[in-house]
């Protein structure tokens, strides 16, 4: 019975320097010794092979095409003036005033029965669907059973993420996160320097790198020569606590936000000894001045790291970019805008929060084949003159949105838990009466 | 939805030969096996209680619907009367009236009376939309009622009412001061229901 106990022994020290070894090490000095390329590129050859295998069974079996990036019903593009002036055309008109007629009902009802079945809004608070499956059992929607082969190469694929992929991460994680806490923590104990901010800067990095690979996160960059400086304030799309590892990898950043109890909490507390973050008390955070003046004052002091904020203040699913908070962009200083897009073939990294709570989403990631992603730095951009917070808030999302290849939405990412507000709908109503109240007035004359 | 309907739902899925016959027995109403099932599944992420019904809440979670003017009479329509809950089955039925018209040449042999979608069957929803009591006929109060929802608060009582009046006089044939369906159809008689009341898949 020792005996067994000495093996397991020797075998996971043995497991542990080579993962440290491997690994960990290379991972810190930003050193890629290859196998994430490899792996990648066996995973791609895989499942453009399954994409044909499925997509020869498909034609023997009809089945369901999948949903197109256009949607799926047709929708007309015209506005509210154009399409009910479309159908009042073949309406006699009346000459005694007013312009109403029966028919502009049938507006407001395509309408209507258009979004029922296809929304704009509720489709990004749910994961994206896949044109082609990806042989993870998660995404399986409309797929079924092809061939054997097929079938082998989803079980090989369960037991290779599950049994060898999972524990690897797993074992990263713990390594990432530990040394987070452990170097944050001695680096607080130094006194103010240059020193102590490099050190700081590496401790960050070099665990944000090595939960990178703990994800088999494979990250390009492009124009890195846009990075957010010092004194500025960096803003990016948000699809899952993920980006906070992607952005993190190549640069260091103060991160904005709630103060957690647990491990998030301690994990926050440590950080925050080594560097300045801005942490904020739930009660805090309902007083916007008092929040606002914390992050002018970060920013105003030029020493310190850009604030990251994600101003959609929600997940959203990474096919659009919706409504951007005004706060961020009150405060002054320069925003750099970040894109991040992730590609949903190797693993999807929404964070659906009604569906999964953190750790299930963790081991979703964890057991996913890997995360890829883009990540593209913008040019800085300032408010110009004339130009108040809201409207610089939607120029810089459509620049985002633009380079992302997302939908740039303005609806609000708050809809995943709350009703939309009546305002949007008396702005209807009022967009309708002037279509009724102004021919009735043309008429009187 | 009953055991039956779950049983259909599973015989759609997984069915490996197209068999119109089967389920077009399981739901009468011709759309082709992608968009029922297109539908199903759009049924199902609007069910937040997960219990194979929709609630008039469910409906008004969708922000764009929830913003239209006639969004409530809209919602109305998906519930037959007295009733809170709309099954599949209902909810396909009320969808089905949208179907473009020139499907039914491709499903001559669902003859059970008119089909759903026909141009008829289109101005009657219409007609729906305004007959709040299901009387069969569009009285003052009604119109005054359902162009107050469409307008909000940016017309006054007396220009809406001048509006009401005018609508009913131009339809009104028989002198009831009420517009019946049959008036309703000879007004709306030039105007292009088929195109304007369909909604069509793109696949």
Same mark, same amino acid.
């Given at each position: 019975?020792?005996?067994?106990?000495?093996?397991?022994?020797?075998? *996971?020290?043995?497991?542990?320097?080579?993962?440290?070894?491997?690994?960990?090490?290379?991972?810190?000095?930003?050193?890629?010794?290859?196998?994430?390329?490899? $792996?990648?590129?066996?995973?791609?050859?895989?499942?453009?092979?399954?994409?044909?295998?499925?997509?020869?069974?498909?034609?023997?079996?009809?089945?369901?095409?999948?949903?197109?990036?256009?949607?799926?019903?047709?929708?007309?593009?015209?506005?509210?003036?154009?399409?009910?002036?479309?159908?009042?055309?073949?309406?006699?008109?009346?000459?005694?005033?007013?312009? *109403?007629?029966?028919?502009?009902?049938?507006?407001?009802?395509?309408?209507?029965?258009?979004?029922?079945?296809?929304?704009?809004?509720?489709?990004?608070?749910?994961?994206?669907?896949?044109?082609?499956?990806?042989?993870?059992?998660?995404?399986?929607?409309?797929?079924?059973?092809?061939?054997?082969?097929?079938?082998?190469?989803?079980?090989?694929?369960?037991?290779?993420?599950?049994?060898?992929?999972?524990? =690897?991460?797993?074992?990263?994680?713990?390594?990432?996160?530990?040394?987070?806490?452990?170097?944050?923590?001695?680096? %607080?104990?130094?006194?103010?320097?240059?020193?102590?901010?490099? =050190?700081?800067?590496?401790?960050?990095?070099?665990?944000?790198?090595?939960?990178?690979?703990?994800?088999?996160?494979?990250?390009?960059?492009?124009?890195?020569?846009?990075?957010?400086?010092?004194? %500025?304030?960096?803003?990016?799309?948000?699809?899952?606590?993920?980006?906070?590892?992607?952005?993190?990898?190549?640069?260091?950043?103060?991160?904005?936000?709630?103060?957690?109890?647990?491990?998030?909490?301690?994990?926050?507390?440590?950080?925050?000894?080594?560097?300045?973050?801005?942490? +904020?008390?739930?009660?805090?955070?309902?007083?916007?001045?008092?929040?606002?003046?914390?992050?002018?004052?970060?920013?105003?002091?030029?020493?310190?790291?850009?604030?990251?904020?994600?101003?959609?203040?929600?997940?959203?699913?990474?096919?659009?970019?919706?409504? +951007?908070?005004?706060?961020?962009?009150?405060?002054?200083?320069?925003?750099?805008?970040?894109?991040?897009? $992730?590609?949903?073939? *190797?693993?999807?990294? *929404?964070?659906?929060?009604?569906?999964?709570?953190?750790?299930?989403?963790?081991?979703?990631?964890?057991?996913?084949?890997?995360?890829?992603?883009?990540?593209?730095?913008?040019?800085?951009?300032?408010?110009?003159?004339?130009?108040?917070?809201?409207?610089?808030?939607?120029?810089?999302?459509?620049?985002?949105?633009?380079?992302?290849?997302?939908?740039?939405?303005?609806?609000?990412?708050?809809?995943?838990?709350?009703?939309?507000?009546?305002?949007?709908?008396?702005?209807?109503?009022?967009?309708?009466?002037?279509?009724?109240?102004?021919?009735?007035?043309?008429?009187?004359? | 939805?009953?055991?039956?309907?779950?049983?259909?739902?599973?015989?759609?899925?997984?069915?490996?030969?197209?068999?119109?016959?089967?389920?077009?027995?399981?739901?009468?109403?011709?759309?082709?096996?992608?968009?029922?099932?297109?539908?199903?599944? &759009?049924?199902?992420?609007?069910?937040?209680?997960?219990?194979?019904?929709?609630?008039?809440?469910?409906?008004?979670?969708?922000?764009?619907?929830?913003?239209?003017?006639?969004?409530?009479?809209?919602? #109305?329509?998906?519930?037959?009367?007295?009733?809170?809950?709309?099954?599949?089955?209902?909810?396909?039925?009320?969808?089905?009236?949208?179907?473009?018209?020139?499907?039914?040449?491709?499903?001559?042999?669902?003859?059970?009376?008119?089909?759903?979608?026909?141009?008829?069957?289109?101005?009657?929803?219409?007609?729906?939309?305004?007959?709040?009591? &299901?009387?069969?006929?569009?009285?003052?109060?009604?119109?005054?009622?359902?162009?107050?929802?469409?307008?909000?608060? #940016?017309?006054?009582?007396?220009?809406?009412?001048?509006?009401?009046?005018?609508?009913?006089?131009?339809?009104?044939?028989?002198?009831?001061?009420?517009?019946?369906?049959?008036?309703?159809?000879?007004?709306?008689?030039?105007?292009?229901?088929?195109?304007?009341?369909?909604?069509?898949?793109?696949?």
């Amino acid at each position: 019975m020792e005996g067994a106990w000495e093996i397991a022994f020797v075998l *996971f020290q043995v497991w542990l320097s080579i993962v440290v070894g491997l690994i960990v090490l290379p991972a810190m000095f930003g050193v890629s010794l290859g196998f994430t390329d490899i $792996y990648i590129k066996v995973l791609v050859k895989t499942l453009e092979w399954a994409t044909l295998r499925i997509q020869r069974g498909q034609k023997e079996q009809p089945t369901l095409p999948s949903q197109s990036a256009n949607g799926i019903i047709e929708k007309d593009d015209g506005s509210m003036e154009e399409e009910i002036g479309e159908l009042r055309r073949s309406h006699p008109k009346n000459l005694a005033g007013g312009d *109403f007629t029966m028919c502009d009902a049938f507006y407001f009802c395509k309408k209507g029965i258009e979004n029922i079945v296809e929304d704009q809004v509720t489709q990004r608070f749910t994961s994206e669907e896949l044109a082609s499956w990806n042989l993870l059992t998660r995404t399986n929607n409309n797929f079924r059973y092809i061939s054997v082969r097929l079938t082998i190469i989803w079980g090989l694929g369960v037991f290779i993420r599950y049994c060898i992929l999972l524990p =690897l991460r797993i074992t990263l994680a713990v390594i990432g996160l530990s040394w987070l806490v452990i170097g944050t923590t001695l680096v %607080g104990l130094l006194p103010s320097s240059n020193a102590k901010n490099w =050190l700081s800067d590496l401790v960050h990095i070099t665990c944000y790198r090595i939960c990178a690979r703990g994800l088999s996160a494979t990250i390009r960059y492009h124009n890195k020569e846009n990075r957010p400086k010092k004194g %500025g304030i960096c803003v990016a799309n948000h699809t899952s606590p993920i980006d906070i590892v992607i952005l993190a990898n190549d640069g260091c950043y103060a991160m904005v936000g709630q103060v957690h109890g647990g491990l998030m909490g301690v994990i926050q507390r440590s950080m925050v000894r080594s560097c300045p973050h801005v942490w +904020f008390e739930r009660s805090e955070m309902k007083d916007r001045h008092a929040v606002a003046k914390r992050l002018k004052d970060h920013i105003a002091d030029k020493t310190k790291l850009p604030i990251l904020i994600f101003p959609e203040g929600t997940c959203i699913n990474n096919t659009s970019v919706m409504m +951007f908070k005004k706060g961020s962009f009150e405060i002054g200083g320069t925003i750099y805008p970040v894109a991040i897009k $992730y590609d949903p073939q *190797f693993g999807d990294a *929404f964070w659906n929060s009604a569906k999964n709570n953190m750790v299930s989403y963790l081991l979703r990631m964890m057991t996913s084949w890997a995360i890829v992603c883009n990540m593209w730095y913008l040019p800085p951009m300032t408010r110009q003159d004339g130009e108040d917070a809201v409207q610089f808030a939607n120029r810089v999302k459509s620049a985002i949105a633009h380079q992302g290849g997302l939908v740039d939405l303005s609806w609000d990412g708050g809809l995943k838990r709350e009703k939309v507000k009546e305002s949007f709908k008396e702005e209807q109503q009022k967009m309708y009466s002037s279509m009724i109240v102004v021919n009735m007035n043309e008429s009187l004359n | 939805m009953g055991l039956q309907g779950w049983r259909n739902v599973l015989a759609l899925k997984t069915s490996k030969n197209n068999n119109r016959a089967a389920w077009q027995r399981a739901f009468p109403v011709p759309l082709s096996h992608s968009q029922i099932t297109r539908l199903y599944s &759009r049924f199902h992420s609007l069910d937040k209680g997960e219990n194979g019904a929709l609630s008039r809440e469910d409906f008004q979670r969708i922000p764009e619907l929830a913003i239209n003017p006639l969004g409530d009479r809209i919602i #109305n329509a998906f519930f037959p009367e007295g009733e809170d809950q709309a099954n599949f089955r209902g909810f396909m039925r009320t969808l089905a009236h949208f179907r473009p018209v020139e499907d039914n040449e491709k499903n001559k042999d669902l003859t059970s009376g008119e089909p759903l979608n026909s141009r008829t069957n289109k101005l009657l929803f219409a007609f729906r939309l305004y007959d709040l009591d &299901r009387d069969d006929k569009i009285s003052r109060d009604e119109l005054l009622q359902v162009l107050r929802m469409m307008v909000g608060v #940016n017309i006054s009582d007396e220009q809406l009412g001048s509006i009401a009046d005018r609508t009913i006089q131009e339809a009104d044939t028989n002198g009831d001061m009420c517009i019946s369906f049959s008036e309703f159809i000879k007004v709306l008689e030039k105007v292009d229901v088929e195109q304007k009341m369909s909604i069509r898949f793109l696949h």
